[in-house]
């Protein structure tokens, strides 16, 4: 991009380079994870966003600029995953529908990039500064100083780039809650990274950031989930020694051993499809695939199910449900409560705006709530219903499953037989605030946490969303979050087993829960949810 | 107080105290209810509610419930007109849930079916018991039958019904309702309130806690007022239905009823469970 102005062609290669690099560093924006919960799948979130824009003009060979973002832009919207990735989209759709004409020119790209700021910023309800939001924004708003104003592309995206950079390191200072984690945003440093690629920008992380990451990801590297991946890479004229270091970008326990004409590749990822992807792109063939699920309760992982169309139960109903759930007994629970399409996913692995298209394509054109049942969901979930006309698909944001549960009973309450869809969402909202949720799960790595001491392995108990004790034993984590509860008009705990813990293990919590806690009856369901031991409702 | 010329009927469904059916000359004929080998009626005399309650956990099949005969009918209706009566106005559950109706039909036409009118209550329990009380003061007041029907109409306008169903074991068990049960869900438990409207038993809200399920009755009840009629409706739950009328005694009428609901229902819902009949008093207007 060292001209002054660009074409459709010029802009595809950027457009390529930009997920390349991302894709180098999927695990190094993966780690930056905040909570010591296992949901750090920023990377692979963003990764997934970019590659199915990417597939969108893959095949186009269109010199019009303005047509080339517009596509990619589609392909990000449709792919959109997790929170990240939809930001992503949105920036992207903000510089396509900024960017008319067949030609990028400076101050084209000034305008385009202004309006991609600008349409994130407004596809959120509360924007929150020291995330990849203030990063574009910083990024953006230095091609607005003079010396910057009136420059060539390359130098303006150079310009950029650094303050995007500059921006990416201040964002501990604007949100506390990384600065506890001491890291820098994960979203942040993916846009970062998209940005160096289109830039041509192959030098290495930064000192401090590259450290960084490498420490948490020292503490993170064999954790408990994740594929075995291996196979075998065949060609004429392979670069071992790049696929090495590409490889060992994407997951760990990497060994990659082999000559010119055959490459063996073994690697631990939690996306299977990265490593493959990548060896297909480098124009290898691929042999003797074997993927392997690393933890038997794993089993759906990643590699995602298309939404399933639940029976509907009722043709007369008024209003359908699509929710994400993970785990057959979590499914069979929301089936069995009505919900009429359910999306496989939950953290980890995110489902796409498109995944949520899909679902609701497949069902009768009714009003439809969508439970996403995860912070990291939400985002992804409102877009695609912003993308289906007028107000018919509107979302619940629910930020667990047991926050779904709760919603999905109070689903179809309503006296009169013609509520309205406000109505409807009121009345499912208020009753996923009234349950209180405990996530019992292990803790990715060592961290300190409300002054808590959380080791790696510990259990950690979060009511509602925050971490409220840990400890090696599994019961005694679970005890200490009942501990925060006040108890006064609780009757109710519902425990849903799964993580590879059994109907027994339950049984056994229950035992030692109930002695300090007589007035409480207990309820033990089959949850089969991977990550969480269990998930427990009370109310 | 005089014999009109209309008299009102109907079955024990209904639900309505006996006192008040004997002060308004109130005819009931009894459904039947089956334990075991055994077919007894819902007379108020064979069958003691409070030990059919009781025992119903206990009982090793799950008692099922049974219409009058068309001969119980038409001898029912025979010693009514043998009283002098031009005309029986018999007021019954409805007619989707149970072979009553019919068998009323059939002893009707036995006994010369054009002095007998029968009306589908489209409810149950007080809810019926709300229309044939109507009825009986209209009637004792010498309305004609046109003006009763359409009073029995207007108050069936201005009723609700509504109950906490404490555990779904025995509408599940009893498969009348597989509709209803199949709206509700299996998995977790579930204290579901159901209402009744139009001869329909539909659940209208999902609890799992009975804390929540009574503030939701309490909300559902409060929003009929004001409120000329109310009766309480448990089924082996008095201190349930007292604990609920505290809740709303500022709302309540003073004649608030508490009923224990008739085993011919209960065998299908089980002990424990409170409700509420309610009659708006815009029914007059």
Redo the contacts between chains.
């Keep these: 991009m060292a001209t002054s102005s660009i074409d459709g062609r010029r802009l595809k290669r950027g457009f390529h380079a930009g997920v390349d690099r991302l894709s180098q560093h999927v695990e190094l924006v993966n780690q930056l994870n905040v909570f010591p919960v296992p949901d750090g799948d920023t990377g692979i979130n963003m990764y997934h966003t970019l590659r199915r824009a990417y597939e969108e003009i893959a095949e186009d060979d269109s010199a019009d600029a303005g047509l080339i973002a517009a596509r990619f832009a589609h392909g990000a919207l449709m792919g959109a995953r997790g929170n990240s990735g939809t930001i992503l989209s949105q920036l992207l759709k903000g510089f396509a529908d900024g960017l008319r004409g067949p030609t990028l020119t400076p101050s084209l790209f000034r305008r385009a990039c202004q309006a991609a700021v600008k349409q994130a910023y407004r596809s959120l309800t509360a924007p929150t500064e020291g995330t990849m939001l203030t990063v574009a924004r910083e990024a953006v708003e230095c091609l607005g100083q003079a010396d910057v104003c009136g420059a060539a592309l390359k130098d303006m995206l150079e310009a950029m780039t650094a303050a995007a950079l500059a921006s990416l390191e201040n964002t501990p200072n604007l949100l506390p809650i990384l600065k506890e984690a001491g890291v820098v945003d994960a979203g942040g440093m993916g846009l970062v990274c998209f940005l160096q690629g289109m830039l041509g920008d192959q030098s290495a992380m930064p000192p401090g950031l590259a450290e960084h990451a490498r420490e948490i990801r020292g503490v993170a590297a064999g954790g408990a989930y994740g594929y075995d991946v291996q196979f075998l890479m065949i060609g004429e004229d392979l670069d071992i020694a790049r696929a090495r270091q590409d490889l060992e970008a994407m997951g760990w326990s990497v060994i990659v051993v082999g000559d010119r004409r055959t490459i063996k590749v073994h690697i631990h990822v939690n996306n299977p499809a990265l490593p493959l992807d990548y060896a297909l792109k480098t124009g290898a063939a691929l042999d003797d695939v074997v993927v392997e699920n690393m933890d038997m309760q794993y089993q759906r992982g990643l590699v995602r199910q298309r939404a399933r169309a639940a029976t509907p139960t009722s043709d007369s109903a008024e209003f359908s449900v699509v929710a994400v759930v993970e785990g057959d007994g979590m499914q069979a629970v929301f089936r069995d409560l009505n919900c009429e399409a359910i999306i496989n996913g939950g953290a980890g692995h995110n489902p796409s705006t498109e995944d949520f298209l899909v679902a609701i394509q497949q069902l009768p054109s009714r009003p439809i709530v969508i439970l996403p049942n995860d912070r990291n969901i939400v985002l992804a979930a409102q877009q695609a219903a912003d993308m289906i006309e007028g107000e018919r698909v509107r979302v619940l944001p629910t930020e667990s499953v047991l926050q779904g549960i709760s919603a999905m009973l109070a689903f179809g309450d309503a006296p009169d037989a013609k509520a309205d869809l406000d109505a409807t969402i009121e009345q499912m909202s208020a009753a996923s605030a009234a349950t209180i949720s405990i996530e019992i799960t292990r803790a990715t790595r060592d961290s300190t946490y409300g002054g808590l001491q959380i080791k790696r392995n510990d259990f950690i108990a979060l009511v509602d969303g925050e971490i409220r004790s840990a400890s090696a034993d599994i019961d005694i984590a679970a005890l200490g979050a009942f501990a925060e509860l006040d108890l006064q008009d609780l009757e109710l705990a519902t425990i849903y087993f799964g993580g590879g813990y059994t109907e027994r293990a339950a049984a056994e919590l229950v035992e030692r829960l109930k002695a300090p806690l007589m007035e409480l009856e207990f309820e033990i369901i089959f949850g089969g949810q991977s990550l969480y031991p269990f998930l427990i409702s009370v109310e | 107080m005089t014999s009109s010329r209309i008299r009102i009927a109907a079955d024990s469904v209904c639900d309505l105290p006996a006192d008040i059916a004997g002060r308004l000359n109130i005819h009931i004929i009894p459904t039947y209810v089956n334990i075991g080998r055994e077919s007894i009626p819902d007379d108020g005399v064979s069958l003691d509610r409070e030990r059919f309650y009781h025992e119903l956990p206990h009982m090793k099949a799950q008692p099922t419930t049974a219409a009058p005969s068309p001969g119980d009918a038409a001898a029912f209706y025979q010693s009514i007109l043998a009283d002098g009566v031009d005309h029986i106005l018999s007021i019954h559950v409805p007619e989707k849930l149970s072979g009553t109706l019919n068998a009323m039909r059939l002893g009707a036409e036995a006994v010369g079916g054009d002095r007998v009118t029968l009306v589908d209550s489209q409810q149950l329990t007080f809810g019926i018991g709300l229309q044939v009380w109507a009825a009986a003061e209209l009637a004792a007041g010498g309305f004609g039958l046109e003006a009763v029907l359409d009073a029995i109409e207007r108050v069936r306008r201005h009723t609700s019904v509504y109950a906490i169903i404490d555990t779904m074991e025995y509408l599940r068990r009893s498969g009348r309702v597989n ?1 209803l049960t ?2 509700i ?6 204290r579901p309130i159901v ?1 009744v409207r139009d001869a329909e038993v539909s ?10 399920a009574e503030q ?1 009755l309490r909300a ?1 009840t409060l ?1 009929q007022s004001p409120l000329e009629r109310l009766a309480l409706l448990h089924t082996a739950n008095m201190a349930g239905a007292k604990k609920f009328l505290d809740s709303i005694r500022d709302s309540a009428p003073s004649d608030t009823l508490f009923i224990e609901a008739t085993p011919t229902l209960g065998a299908h819902i089980g002990p424990g469970s409170i409700g509420v009949a309610t009659l708006n008093a815009d029914w007059r207007l």
């Design positions: 509709a199949a709206s869900g299996s998995l977790l438990k579930i209402s659940a209208i809200s999902r609890q799992r806690t009975w804390a929540r939701r559902l929003a």
